[in-house]
Structure formats: C-alpha cells, structure tokens
C-alpha cells in the first residue's frame, strides 16, 4: 500500500470518527455521560473485555487450525497476531478490505506457502459470510415480528445489509458451481465499464479475477475433502460473532440494568451487526452508532443509553483498534530487529 494512500484512509477514518463522536456527543451533558460510565461494574467490563479479545483471537486460532493441516509454519500465537494485524487494517479501511492483503504477506513472510495462507483466508471469510447469512435469516424467519417492531425505521437498512450478504454468498456459491459463467460474466461487465469510460483498460484485472475465481475454488475443494474442520470452523466462527452480541448484555447487567431479556438484547445486537456489515464506511463507524442510539432506546434508560453505547461500541471496536494497533507496531519492531541482526 502506497504511503499516499494510507494517509489518505487514516485521515478518513480520523474524519469519520471525529464527525460521528461530536454528532453523538452535541447537547449532551457530558458529566453526567462520564458518572453513568463510571458506574459500569469492573468485574463485567472485564468480562466484556475479554469477549472482545476472544472476538479477534478465535479468528486467528481458525488460521492456526487450518494452517497446521496443511503443514504452515506458523504457531498459535503468531496467527492470533495475524488476526489483529488483519483486524487493524480492516478497521481502518472503507469496506474492511486492507485485512486480509496484510495478512497474507506476513503470512508469506513468515514462510507459509502463499497458496496455503490463501487458501486459509478465504475459507475463514467464506464461513464467516456463510454464518452471518444463517443467523440474518434465521432471525428473519423466527423473529420477524419482533423484528420489524424493534427496528422500526432501520429494518429496512437490516433488509439491505442482509441482501447484501446473501448476495455475497450467491457469489461464492456461483463461483464453486458455476466458475466458467461468472468470469464470463465478469469480463462482459468489465467490458462495459470499459467501453463507457468508467474504467481503464487493465491485463493486471483480469489476472485478478481470474486469481480470485481460482482462490475460492481451491478453499471450496479444500473443505470438501475436509468436512470434519469445516464443522469445526463453522462452530467456531458462530462461537465468535455470538461474542460481540453477547458483548453487549454484559455492558447492560454492569450498567444495572434489569427488566429486558438477555436474549433481547444479543438479538438486538445481532441485528444491528448484520445491519452495517457490508456498508463502505472503515469500521461502519457513525451508522453503527446512530442505529444503536435508536434501536436500544427502549432497553437502555436515556440516562444509560450513551454509556452503554460508549462502553460497547469502544470495547467491541476501539479498545481492539487500540490492541491491534499495538501488535503492528510490536511486529514491526520484531520484523526490523530480526533485519538488524542478519
């Protein structure tokens, strides 16, 4: 990545958060938000605290799982590391996509065959797209009601961000179905882009694609011959989303708070998960919070609101921007001593 543009997308998201924060914060009496958060019990902040850290951990022991069947180099430790390394610059970039071309270098550099570390990356995504469709769904089906009562106006904004995901998925299905029609189909857009000028001619795009379409093949034809850890990630993966909704309920028993289910308020938090997930902002960061401003107005006094909200949505997002943050720097001071000592 070019020095130009990781400026460009750290002032952005700078821009985002600067912009989302003043507009939760106007007209606010800001002691009586800093009273409401002291307030918050220690011994559920650190529970809270570490389903945040499980959150990005569990990603990185999926690598590690995956990894070592096919004999990679790197350790547990290591591929959790890959995990906030990756989690820093997902958060960083509109539309999460700086993780992943991260992560496979380090992976690379630390001697993992490419085609492996690949292989590993994209099975993780395509499970974790899979799981998140499955819980969208489901919650559609067995709580639409409920749903739809909840959400009010932002249920159609859950309607768009679950489209979006399944979409997705129709993707990843076609390409393991049918990888011939979707190149095709993919160059005859690109074609079209091309010819109406909204895009330059490129042989390096068509590389691209034709590496992608191959990429989710290789990690298809990878799990089908390994069904046994496909269950096994598929477990984990949901284990892991469950942790942000789940998250949120302990910021609302350490608030103490009573009277809402703890069902609730996880499937509240699930909603707004899949809501935002697909959207183009780096750490879907103002929607995120405007929606959950809204949404759990009923369950949150207007006293608690905010603070819940400042102490979720900090733990679940900032707190680990900050410990991912720290990892990159810690390897690269790692990578550049191991330089200096060559």
Same mark, same amino acid.
């Given at each position: 990545?070019?020095?130009?543009k990781?400026?460009?997308?750290?002032?952005?998201?700078?821009?985002?958060?600067?912009?989302?924060?003043?507009?939760?914060?106007y007209?606010?009496?800001?002691?009586?938000?800093?009273?409401?958060?002291?307030?918050?019990?220690?011994?559920?902040?650190?529970?809270?605290?570490?389903?945040?850290?499980?959150?990005?951990?569990?990603?990185?022991?999926?690598?590690?799982?995956?990894?070592?069947?096919? &004999?990679? !180099?790197?350790? /547990?430790?290591?591929?959790i590391?890959?995990?906030f390394i990756?989690?820093?610059?997902?958060?960083?970039?509109?539309s999460?996509?700086?993780?992943?071309?991260v992560?496979?270098y380090?992976?690379? !550099?630390?001697?993992?065959?490419?085609?492996?570390?690949?292989v590993?990356?994209m099975?993780?995504?395509?499970? %974790?797209?899979?799981?998140?469709?499955?819980?969208?769904?489901?919650?559609?089906?067995?709580?639409?009601?409920?749903?739809?009562?909840?959400?009010?106006?932002?249920? /159609?904004?859950?309607?768009?961000?679950?489209?979006?995901?399944?979409?997705?998925?129709?993707?990843?299905l076609?390409?393991?179905?049918?990888?011939?029609?979707?190149k !095709?189909?993919?160059?005859?857009?690109?074609?079209?882009?091309?010819?109406m000028?909204?895009?330059? @001619?490129?042989?390096?795009?068509?590389?691209?694609? &034709?590496?992608?379409?191959?990429?989710?093949?290789?990690?298809?034809?990878?799990?089908?011959l390994?069904?046994?850890?496909?269950?096994?990630?598929?477990?984990?993966?949901?284990?892991?989303?469950?942790?942000?909704?789940?998250?949120? %309920?302990?910021? %609302?028993?350490?608030?103490?708070?009573?009277?809402?289910?703890?069902?609730?308020?996880?499937?509240?938090?699930?909603?707004?998960?899949?809501?935002?997930?697909?959207?183009?902002? @780096?750490?879907?960061?103002?929607?995120?919070e405007?929606?959950?401003?809204?949404?759990?107005?009923?369950?949150?006094?207007?006293?608690?609101?905010?603070?819940?909200?400042l102490?979720?949505?900090?733990?679940?997002?900032?707190?680990?921007?900050?410990?991912?943050?720290?990892?990159?720097?810690?390897?690269?001071?790692?990578?550049r001593?191991?330089?200096?000592?060559?």
């Amino acid at each position: 990545m070019g020095m130009k543009k990781r400026v460009l997308q750290i002032g952005f998201f700078f821009l985002v958060m600067g912009l989302t924060f003043y507009t939760l914060f106007y007209g606010q009496d800001l002691w009586q938000i800093q009273r409401a958060v002291l307030q918050m019990s220690p011994i559920c902040l650190i529970l809270a605290a570490g389903l945040a850290l499980f959150f990005v951990s569990a990603e990185g022991t999926m690598i590690w799982y995956l990894l070592r069947s096919m &004999e990679g !180099k790197s350790g /547990l430790m290591r591929c959790i590391a890959y995990s906030f390394i990756g989690f820093f610059y997902s958060g960083i970039t509109p539309s999460a996509t700086g993780g992943q071309p991260v992560q496979l270098y380090y992976m690379k !550099k630390d001697g993992n065959r490419v085609s492996d570390s690949t292989v590993v990356l994209m099975t993780v995504a395509l499970i %974790y797209k899979f799981v998140l469709v499955g819980i969208g769904i489901g919650l559609l089906l067995f709580w639409h009601g409920q749903l739809k009562a909840e959400l009010k106006g932002y249920f /159609l904004l859950y309607l768009t961000g679950l489209s979006l995901n399944i979409l997705v998925v129709v993707l990843i299905l076609s390409i393991m179905l049918v990888p011939h029609i979707i190149k !095709k189909a993919a160059v005859l857009f690109i074609g079209i882009g091309v010819r109406m000028k909204l895009m330059k @001619p490129s042989v390096s795009r068509q590389e691209k694609l &034709e590496g992608f379409v191959e990429n989710y093949q290789r990690a298809v034809q990878y799990l089908l011959l390994h069904k046994k850890k496909l269950f096994v990630v598929v477990g984990i993966t949901f284990l892991q989303r469950a942790s942000l909704f789940v998250l949120t %309920y302990m910021v %609302y028993l350490g608030l103490g708070m009573r009277g809402t289910g703890g069902y609730k308020v996880i499937l509240l938090q699930a909603c707004i998960y899949i809501a935002v997930d697909m959207l183009p902002l @780096p750490g879907s960061q103002g929607i995120t919070e405007l929606m959950y401003k809204n949404v759990f107005l009923q369950v949150f006094s207007s006293l608690y609101l905010i603070p819940s909200m400042l102490i979720s949505r900090g733990l679940n997002f900032y707190f680990l921007l900050i410990v991912s943050f720290f990892v990159v720097i810690w390897n690269q001071l790692k990578s550049r001593n191991r330089l200096d000592s060559c």
